[in-house]
């Protein structure tokens, strides 16, 4: 037997009986502030990505709103609209799309691989701890006039030591998972038996060692360069110049990598069936981590195509295709296995994969457009076309970690979201994303400047764009925070939701519902991909 | 309803140290890596000048009053080399349940790495630059001072594996082969800076 059950005794906080309430509250946090365990740390992550995507999204919904008049009224200083720019973008990478999905498999991947913790997981409680101390200290310099293009000398240094620590806080974190993945597998998994998630989570978080390491190296670069010489890269006008390619594509496709997985695993259950091409989902997956090597490389691999040979057109198609082509396929390759997994299933109505697919087909749009814009002839380079494949792709990775939170969270809290909530969440986001972006994509084509919020004029309705745009973003952030209301109402005092809610195949959702602190009393045998499907009565499996 | 899986047997002794330090090396090669070819860009796209003997077309990248101390760089490599034969011998040693000798090697690893710590510094101070004299000086410090780091890390890992070494866990080899292999990857990202940074400048 491998299982135990705790609902009775629930969580690990020391009890407190007798004293205060301000003792129990006190220690309440220290236990969450110190908690090796993987789901708290897990939770962590998630709660504070989805707030920082809330406020990230109002950004982008003010910044929608001052581009409406482009030589009119204006809500912002001129002076702050480059720092807020920034600030959008740092926010959605380093504090949304990251800390997301690195918080999703950290708090799932060690239940799916039959595994008591996670490896050196104080590790990765001290990468939690860099990552936000780091983050805060980032946009904290921005909101005091640093960051790029900021005014303040000492707040651009402070900006860059942020997003440093930030960085070294997000590696810790992932060092943590990925041995994991590789060390702490249940006897008879294989790593072709292990868990999609927990593929995605190895691919992405090797994607992400990649890339990391490299912004690091350029961070410090940047640091000692503007605090003591200002001589080699430009000084606070070049920090964009050199780091932008983090929080630009394809970079942006390495931290949504392991979203990919998310879905194609709630896909695979949605289907009620093993998954006859799981392998192909497989492939998928670590195609699109291979977007790393655009980001490592630093460099936009574009078409120019313009009076040149055909040799020449054919070797700038190759690094094209590899570092900007080929990650699109990957979620290409997903998307299509996986509806066909349902339509040779007998696909179940499971709300966490509405926010999750649409999601998913977001990126998806996304790196199209990155496809497009590199096309040289096609003049969208510098326009708000990039901004809108931003859009796209950040704000599809956080409707995957909604569908994500909905389809775990009977394992980590112990109760369900109504599925109405989720459907109807899912669809407001969908159009969310969609308004903030597919106008900037039209603009783009009509030659609207990226990162400004005015001095630009165009034959067509550029307010009707700007507005839907607007529009878009503060929709997306009405969703985000009717999404933590609601899991907060339903992770609280919800319908209890059982040990195997979704009618399961992997190895988490055989603990109990919240799972266990330690998860396992011993590390369970499997002898294929689906170890549930092998002991559910027979005619479970549709 | 929770499902009962049967329990599995015993998982095989886990590697899980040496693994997780091989990623952190392999991180650390890509930070060194990533720097080292931001430093070659540069060096690359600086423009030509005259050569001190007026001979050649040179890149006017290191500045000419700038001597590097090559006698200590190059020491350096012997002193990495010796570095990597300690960590050597504190595997075979606790592979062996050779405590005492494990804890020596760890003891003579650690002194080795203050040595080339020792030695990373020592060429700040000969070569007298400062860290805003220009680009070129920003960069080196940048990129030096982050080997520097690295090796302090090293040491970090070299006294936890000698405390654990003392207090009877010499036997570790998972924590004695993956300390020895962050002392392999810290020797070979040496050798890249010494040869891009140090040797061809």
Redesign the interface.
């Known amino acids: 037997m491998t299982t135990f059950d705790t609902h009775a005794s629930g969580s690990h906080v020391t009890s407190t009986s007798g004293s205060s309430a301000i003792g129990a509250f006190l220690a309440g946090v220290a236990a969450w502030a110190t908690t090796t365990d993987h789901k708290r740390i897990g939770r962590l992550f998630i709660g504070l990505a989805l707030i920082v995507g809330a406020a990230g999204a109002a950004i982008g919904a003010l910044l929608g709103f001052e581009r409406i008049s482009a030589d009119g009224y204006s809500l912002l200083e001129s002076n702050t609209i480059e720092q807020l720019f920034s600030l959008y973008r740092v926010a959605l990478a380093f504090g949304v799309a990251i800390p997301l999905m690195l918080g999703i498999a950290i708090a799932v991947v060690p239940l799916q691989l039959g595994s008591k913790s996670l490896a050196f997981a104080r590790l990765a409680m001290f990468g939690f701890w860099m990552w936000l101390a780091g983050f805060v200290v980032a946009v904290a310099s921005i909101g005091a006039n640093g960051g790029p293009g900021g005014g303040n000398a000492d707040m651009v240094d402070l900006f860059l030591l942020g997003l440093g620590i930030c960085a070294v806080g997000a590696i810790a974190a992932i060092v943590s998972l990925v041995t994991t993945v590789l060390v702490n597998r249940a006897p008879g998994m294989s790593l072709d038996r292990a868990p999609i998630t927990s593929w995605g989570a190895m691919a992405g978080g090797f994607a992400l060692l990649v890339t990391l390491p490299v912004l690091l190296g350029t961070v410090i670069y940047l640091y000692v360069d503007h605090r003591y010489a200002r001589a080699a890269f430009g000084g606070n006008k070049g920090i964009s110049e050199w780091i932008g390619w983090a929080v630009t594509q394809p970079q942006t496709y390495v931290y949504a990598a392991i979203g990919v997985a998310v879905m194609a695993e709630i896909a695979i259950v949605a289907s009620g069936r093993r998954h006859p091409q799981r392998f192909a989902l497989m492939v998928g997956v670590g195609i699109v981590s291979l977007a790393a090597l655009g980001g490592a490389t630093q460099m936009q691999h574009g078409l120019t195509w313009t009076d040149t040979s055909v040799g020449e057109k054919i070797k700038e198609l190759i690094p094209y295709l590899v570092f900007n082509g080929l990650p699109a396929l990957g979620v290409l390759v997903v998307l299509g296995v996986s509806v066909l997994g349902l339509a040779m299933g007998k696909p179940r109505v499971m709300s966490p994969l509405v926010p999750a697919f649409l999601g998913l087909g977001m990126v998806l749009v996304g790196m199209l457009g990155h496809l497009i814009s590199l096309f040289k002839p096609a003049g969208l380079a510098g326009t708000v076309f990039e901004e809108g494949e931003f859009v796209y792709v950040v704000y599809g990775t956080v409707l995957i970690g909604l569908g994500a939170v909905a389809y775990w969270g009977p394992k980590l809290w112990g109760r369900r979201l109504p599925d109405s909530a989720v459907f109807g969440l899912g669809l407001l986001g969908f159009l969310g994303t969609v308004l903030a972006a597919f106008p900037m994509y039209i603009a783009g084509f009509a030659n609207q400047p990226a990162g400004q919020v005015d001095g630009f004029t165009y034959g067509g309705p550029q307010e009707l764009w700007n507005t839907l745009s607007a529009a878009g973003h503060a929709l997306m952030a009405v969703t985000v925070v009717l999404f933590l209301l609601t899991a907060l109402r339903a992770f609280t005092a919800g319908e209890l939701s059982g040990d195997d809610p979704w009618d399961a195949q992997t190895l988490e959702w055989s603990v109990s519902s919240p799972a266990p602190h330690d998860n396992f009393v011993s590390m369970p045998s499997v002898s294929s991909a689906e170890p549930l499907l092998d002991i559910k009565p027979a005619g479970s499996e549709k | 309803?929770?499902?009962?899986?049967?329990?599995?047997?015993q998982?095989a002794p886990?590697?899980?140290v040496f693994?997780?330090t091989g990623?952190?090396a392999?991180?650390?090669a890509?930070?060194?890596?990533?720097?080292l070819s931001?430093w070659l860009r540069?060096r690359a796209n600086a423009p030509l000048r005259t050569s001190s003997d007026g001979l050649y077309q040179i890149k006017d990248w290191l500045p000419e009053a700038i001597k590097i101390p090559e006698v200590i760089t190059n020491v350096n490599l012997g002193t990495f080399t010796v570095i990597c034969i300690m960590a050597q011998w504190a595997v075979y040693s606790s592979r062996r349940h050779d405590s005492r000798h494990t804890t020596s090697a760890l003891g003579l690893t650690f002194l080795f790495g203050l040595a080339a710590i020792n030695a990373l510094v020592t060429t700040f101070t000969q070569m007298e630059i400062g860290?805003?004299?220009?680009?070129y000086?920003?960069?080196f410090?940048?990129?030096t001072?982050?080997m520097i780091a690295l090796v302090a890390g090293g040491l970090g890992y070299t006294l936890a594996a000698l405390f654990k070494s003392i207090g009877g866990r010499a036997t570790n080899t998972d924590l004695m082969s993956a300390h020895a292999l962050y002392w392999y990857f810290l020797a070979a990202a040496y050798v890249a800076v010494w040869f891009v940074v140090y040797v061809q400048k």
């Open positions: 309803m929770t499902h009962a899986l049967p329990a599995g047997p998982p886990r590697r899980q693994i997780g990623l952190v392999g991180a650390g890509l930070l060194i890596g990533g720097m931001i540069f860290v805003a004299d220009g680009a000086q920003s960069m410090y940048a990129i001072g982050t």
